[in-house]
């Protein structure tokens, strides 16, 4: 019996995983986004909700009683127990999540988009992890530009993933997306991964 085979998509902050991630999409591919369901989680009155009001405080909340992510983030930055705290809620949540989403699916397979891949453990759930690389410089640049990030900032978001030739190690698959890189150049290497997964599915043997 064959069973969806599991792609873990990662890679760094700004890296263009869900570029990436969309262009598979655009093929028809199932994908599963840790972030999105993360949110749909921490949304108003849903299971993480409560739980997060109760640990950090209503400060934490906007106008709206919704949770404000940006006055979260700001907890958490420079304060690792706190962000643990907030791992610990979210996490299991998402990752039941994902468990019976992936069980269900009768697609191929799956792309998994997960961007604390490596640093969760999550690599063993996975059948091969596909890495969105970029240098250093181009990543500096698109947060400062996409986020409109200080370089201070930005060095420091950085700093709080795993480094990345500690993630490179992990990779069965890697897409090279440096600001040079066009959108052609991606859905190139997208359909070829697209071909290899598919056979890769085929010969997958529960």
Do not use: W
């Amino acid at each position: 019996m064959s069973r969806s085979l599991k792609i873990g998509l990662t890679g760094g902050i700004a890296s263009g995983k869900s570029t990436v991630a969309n262009l598979f999409s655009d093929l028809g591919v199932e994908i599963l986004d840790a972030d999105q369901i993360a949110h749909s989680i921490t949304s108003k009155k849903a299971n993480a909700y409560d739980k997060i009001v109760k640990h950090f405080g209503k400060g934490v909340l906007g106008d709206d009683d919704e949770l404000d992510r940006k006055k979260l983030r700001r907890i958490i930055f420079n304060n690792s127990e706190s962000r643990k705290d907030l791992e610990q809620i979210i996490h299991p949540e998402v990752h039941l999540i994902i468990n019976r989403k992936t069980t269900e699916s009768k697609e191929p397979y799956q792309i998994i988009v997960i961007p604390l891949l490596i640093e969760t453990g999550y690599q063993n759930f996975v059948d091969r992890i596909l890495i969105i690389d970029c240098s250093l410089e181009t990543q500096l640049a698109r947060l400062m530009d996409r986020d409109n990030e200080t370089l201070e900032n930005a060095k420091k978001i950085i700093a709080n993933q795993i480094e990345r030739n500690e993630r490179l190690k992990f990779t069965d698959d890697i897409i090279k997306n440096e600001k040079e890189t066009s959108i052609n150049n991606l859905k190139d290497k997208v359909l070829q991964l697209h071909q290899s997964y598919l056979e890769l599915s085929e010969n997958s043997l529960i």
